[in-house]
């Protein structure tokens, strides 16, 4: 709220002016930005925005970066984002004291929950907040976080989030009805077209383990927790793993801890159920080929 006195003035620190601040860089990329053309996109990459943040703080002796957190494929609408979560841990836990974004839209493009963060969360931890190019800093300028200007840009954010949003849904609801693939990762036992990245072709180095699958259930009658040890017993990765390591693909599955890339039940009953596999699997039982 405007005129709001800061946090700060109530900082208890005779060397306030040389004290250090344990900063947290915080870079965010979405699929909202990839229709802003390509300058934009550029300006808004992980690469732009590590550079553009390192520099600044080495412009600024009072900041050290304690660590850097990076959402890559998370919309600014949600801020249930892994990387964001860790820094929201680090800071209630004390090991850092300043977060540093590009700009407000950065760290969201939620009209409400943004300003939540910097009107009363950050400031409830002491946390200097700074956006550089919106050049806002809690604590070398604490008027910046009061200004009209604030919400204003937080609510454009919100509503690009928006427009962007139907426009996108609009564009993926088009390229389904054509027949194109249009997630980030196909299911198990297929791969992108190198050629055509909106079209699928079957990874054959695991094809034999989705057919094996369907045997085990349709034709030996195995329940899926048996099924489970005889795929672990033979060393074969789940799909999370064989993603991740056989493919070297960046893909990550928040369930799964420690890297135990083992197969569960649950995994079984998603492929069973998965129309994907089982249309497929038809259709070649049909043609008599091998899948």
Same mark, same amino acid.
Not at 244 to 263: A, F, P, R, V
């Given at each position: 709220?405007?005129?709001?006195?800061?946090?700060?003035?109530?900082?208890e620190?005779n060397?306030?002016?040389?004290?250090?601040?344990?900063?947290?860089?915080?870079?965010?990329?979405?699929?909202?930005?990839?229709d802003n053309?390509?300058?934009k996109?550029?300006s808004?990459?992980?690469?732009s925005?590590k550079?553009l943040?390192s520099?600044?703080?080495?412009?600024?002796?009072?900041?050290?970066?304690?660590?850097?957190y990076?959402?890559d494929?998370?919309?600014?609408?949600?801020?249930?984002?892994?990387?964001?979560?860790?820094l929201l841990?680090?800071?209630?836990?004390g090991?850092?004291?300043?977060?540093?974004?590009?700009?407000?839209?950065?760290?969201?493009?939620?009209?409400?929950?943004?300003?939540?963060y910097?009107e009363?969360?950050?400031p409830?931890?002491n946390?200097?907040?700074?956006?550089?190019?919106?050049t806002?800093?809690s604590?070398?300028?604490?008027?910046?976080?009061?200004t009209?200007?604030?919400?204003?840009?937080?609510l454009?954010n919100?509503e690009?989030?928006?427009?962007?949003?139907?426009?996108?849904?609009t564009?993926?609801?088009?390229?389904k009805?054509k027949?194109?693939?249009?997630?980030?990762f196909?299911a198990?036992?297929?791969i992108?077209?190198?050629?055509?990245?909106?079209?699928?072709?079957?990874?054959?180095s695991?094809?034999d383990?989705?057919?094996?699958?369907?045997?085990?259930?349709v034709?030996? *009658?195995l329940? +899926?927790i048996?099924?489970?040890?005889?795929? /672990?017993?033979? &060393? @074969?990765?789940n799909? %999370? *793993?064989h993603? +991740?390591?056989?493919?070297?693909?960046?893909y /990550?599955?928040y &369930? @799964?801890?420690?890297? %135990?890339?083992?197969?569960?039940?649950?995994?079984i009953?998603?492929?069973?159920?998965?129309?994907?596999?089982?249309?497929?699997?038809?259709s070649?039982?049909?043609?008599?080929?091998?899948l």
């Amino acid at each position: 709220m405007p005129g709001r006195k800061s946090k700060y003035s109530t900082i208890e620190n005779n060397d306030i002016k040389n004290k250090t601040w344990s900063a947290a860089l915080y870079i965010r990329l979405s699929q909202e930005d990839d229709d802003n053309g390509k300058d934009k996109q550029e300006s808004n990459s992980v690469t732009s925005q590590k550079t553009l943040l390192s520099e600044y703080v080495k412009e600024h002796e009072d900041l050290i970066v304690y660590d850097t957190y990076i959402d890559d494929g998370f919309t600014g609408t949600d801020f249930n984002r892994p990387a964001f979560q860790r820094l929201l841990k680090d800071m209630k836990n004390g090991k850092i004291n300043a977060i540093i974004v590009k700009d407000l839209s950065r760290l969201g493009r939620n009209y409400i929950e943004v300003g939540n963060y910097i009107e009363q969360v950050f400031p409830l931890f002491n946390i200097r907040f700074i956006a550089i190019n919106d050049t806002v800093d809690s604590f070398k300028n604490p008027a910046s976080t009061n200004t009209i200007l604030i919400p204003f840009k937080n609510l454009i954010n919100d509503e690009y989030a928006r427009d962007t949003s139907i426009k996108i849904r609009t564009s993926l609801n088009g390229k389904k009805k054509k027949g194109e693939f249009v997630g980030s990762f196909p299911a198990y036992g297929y791969i992108k077209d190198p050629k055509n990245k909106h079209k699928l072709i079957v990874d054959r180095s695991v094809a034999d383990v989705v057919k094996n699958i369907f045997e085990w259930t349709v034709n030996e *009658g195995l329940g +899926k927790i048996t099924i489970c040890h005889k795929l /672990n017993e033979l &060393g @074969i990765l789940n799909p %999370t *793993g064989h993603k +991740k390591i056989e493919l070297g693909q960046n893909y /990550n599955n928040y &369930g @799964i801890k420690d890297n %135990t890339y083992t197969w569960t039940p649950s995994t079984i009953r998603n492929i069973l159920s998965n129309e994907v596999y089982c249309r497929y699997y038809s259709s070649r039982k049909k043609k008599n080929e091998k899948l």
